[in-house]
């Protein structure tokens, strides 16, 4: 089981530039969620997904898009990068349910540097 | 979702059990309490969660107070492996949105 993967784990971007993180959970899991993670901080959620088709704002959406291509993949975009995005990226995902949820299984992140 | 506050820092001896507190004041009645931990920089694990009851498992003890307002997650015999971040959250049904604060650095000493 691979469980959740993330791709590239490592990219270094030039302000303005443009890119993609990948995200994948083969687990049939209805729920994935990015989030960053600063030097000495917890996991800001910058969006998710609560099921296949939809897509919501988290705590700190500005300058990201997403899109839910499908029921395993989730992508984050950044369509003009900033330093102040430099960062590692976690993409998570879980079973969601009406009484509780199941564990969120989180990738090995995404280490993106900005200059 | 609750709001959970934790220590900032933590420090035991390695062999000692170790005790890290959550305070979850605001948790509601249908919310657990789940417990995850980061190692490094790699992305959090879970440990454990529970709703009332204590819960054991391979990795840990829940202690949950009965009014639900605070739990402790408990390392029995702290290696130096268990040095990481641990974070406490609220997490129920339906459509929401789980949020980790900064969690407790637990530092796990020879």
């Known amino acids: 089981n691979a469980g959740v993967t993330q791709t590239p784990k490592f990219q270094v971007l030039k302000t303005g530039q443009s890119m993609t993180l990948q995200c994948a959970q083969d687990m049939n899991h209805n729920s994935m969620y990015w989030y960053r993670q600063d030097p000495g901080m917890g996991l800001r959620l910058i969006y998710y997904s609560a099921s296949e088709g939809t897509t919501d704002k988290g705590e700190v959406p500005n300058g990201y898009n997403v899109s839910r291509l499908n029921k395993r993949e989730f992508s984050l975009r950044l369509e003009s990068a900033a330093p102040s995005q430099t960062s590692v990226y976690f993409c998570?995902?879980?079973?969601?349910?009406?009484?509780?949820?199941?564990?969120?299984?989180f990738g090995e992140g995404s280490r993106l540097t900005v200059l | 979702d609750a709001k959970t506050t934790q220590p900032t820092s933590m420090d035991c001896a390695e062999g000692r059990a170790a005790n890290l507190p959550c305070n979850h004041s605001?948790?509601?009645?249908?919310?657990?309490v789940y417990w995850y931990r980061q190692i490094h920089s790699q992305g959090p694990q879970y440990i454990i969660h529970g709703l009332k009851n204590n819960e054991t498992n391979e990795m840990a003890s829940l202690i949950i107070t009965e009014d639900r307002k605070s739990s402790t997650l408990i390392l029995p015999h702290a290696t130096l492996r268990d040095t990481a971040v641990y974070y406490c959250i609220g997490s129920s049904g339906g459509s929401y949105i789980p949020t980790f604060g900064r969690g407790t650095s637990l530092i796990v000493h020879p």
């Open positions: 605001t948790i509601s009645g249908n919310e657990y």
């Open positions: 998570a995902s879980r079973v969601t349910g009406t009484v509780n949820t199941g564990e969120l299984f």
